[in-house]
């Protein structure tokens, strides 16, 4: 089924319903009061994008092909958020709150 065929079906295509109530229910959980001071959004909107792509990855076919302007959109959140991670884990690191020593580099994968 190419992307087209797909198109007609998003309703389905992203989450069914009981995906989205456990998304919801996640959400939840995570934003209670001591959380809404600093980034409490950012966790949530982490927890989305992470949500969303795996599922569009999981349901693409193996050499499908996108409209330009998906695959342009992907190439610059892809670049959006390894800049941030790249920043937070620098930030981890130098602020000690992690040190060297626990830092795995077999699960580091940023870029291609």
């Not at 007609?8 to 998304?23: A, C, D, G, R």
Request: hydrophobic content about 30%; proline content about 0%; charged content about 30%.
């Amino acid at each position: 089924m190419n992307y087209k065929n797909k198109k007609n079906n998003m309703k389905n295509y992203i989450l069914t319903e009981e995906q989205l109530s456990k998304v919801v229910e996640q959400i939840k959980s995570t934003t209670n009061e001591e959380h809404k001071e600093g980034s409490y959004m950012a966790k949530q909107q982490l927890f989305t994008i992470a949500t969303l792509a795996y599922k569009m990855w999981e349901n693409m076919e193996d050499g499908e092909q996108l409209e330009d302007w998906m695959e342009s959109k992907i190439s610059q959140s892809e670049s959006s958020i390894i800049s941030v991670v790249k920043t937070f884990m620098y930030d981890e690191l130098a602020d000690g709150n992690k040190g060297m020593d626990t830092l795995d580099y077999d699960e580091l994968v940023i870029g291609k």
